[in-house]
């Protein structure tokens, strides 16, 4: 089961780095978009005015079930950039769970609005996150680390249990949901796409000997996995990791 052709994409996070980027690649795609936003001002001109675009101004915290139902309907994609703002008050403040409540709510209103259709969901993550499913091995010293983070940095756990909450809950051929997890390393601007290289776990140290990855690659990332059927069965329900390879260009 499964839609062949992706028709809307349901995005939150659109007015981040990255979420900027990847709701351009939809949009070049002619995929529609429904973007939550807080403010439709955050957005370059040229994607708040596309005709392709729909706005929906709010904070997705403050949303009713029934306007999350709403936003999501009619959607059979859903992508998250969503991430924390990096200043004290977001990273200690609340909601301290964003992420995990947000694809909670969304993938809970996908799956009562589905009548035999299936609803992709890519989330953007962090190599800092293991993938459980493949018990995934990390030196003594990096546990420690992520030990810590999980104590100090409450956007740590966040992403942890948002990811833990797609591969728990909809796990295997969930007649509903499916999804994808991207963990890039260590977050860089660049203004192109460039060549990058996908693995199922980490090749180096999150922690200790990190890799860069361009947020315009993560966004590119995301638009294939939901334009291109077979790339999206080559990795639906895992968490691929992805990094730039440098020195070379792809076509956008």
């Not at 439709?40 to 403050?62: F, K, N, Y």
């Not at 993938?131 to 999980?150: P, T, Y």
Request: hydrophobic share 35%; with cysteine; charged share 20%.
């Amino acid at each position: 089961m499964g839609n062949p052709i992706m028709n809307k994409v349901l995005l939150v996070g659109a007015t981040g780095a990255t979420g900027q980027h990847l709701m351009r690649q939809l949009l070049n795609r002619e995929i529609k978009v429904r973007a939550i936003v807080r403010d439709r001002q955050r957005l370059p001109e040229d994607l708040r005015d596309h005709p392709l675009a729909e706005l929906i101004e709010a904070s997705v915290t403050d949303m009713s079930d029934a306007d999350v139902s709403s936003a999501v309907s009619g959607c059979d994609g859903i992508a998250s950039c969503l991430g924390h703002t990096l200043s004290f008050k977001g990273i200690y403040g609340h909601p301290r769970r964003l992420v995990t409540d947000t694809i909670q709510r969304l993938c809970s209103a996908a799956t009562q609005n589905s009548l035999g259709t299936l609803t992709k969901c890519v989330l953007m993550n962090t190599t800092g996150n293991r993938n459980r499913d493949l018990k995934e091995e990390i030196s003594f010293a990096q546990k420690c680390v992520i030990g810590l983070l999980r104590l100090l940095l409450p956007p740590h756990v966040d992403n942890e249990e948002a990811a833990d909450h797609l591969r728990t809950q909809y796990a295997g051929d969930h007649p509903s949901i499916q999804w994808v997890v991207v963990r890039p390393d260590g977050l860089v601007d660049h203004e192109e796409v460039s060549v990058y290289e996908t693995y199922p776990s980490p090749i180096r140290s999150a922690i200790f000997d990190a890799g860069k990855t361009s947020r315009i690659n993560v966004a590119h990332f995301m638009a294939q996995l939901l334009t291109d059927e077979p790339l999206w069965q080559q990795w639906q329900g895992q968490m691929p990791v992805i990094y730039n390879r440098e020195d070379q260009q792809a076509e956008t």
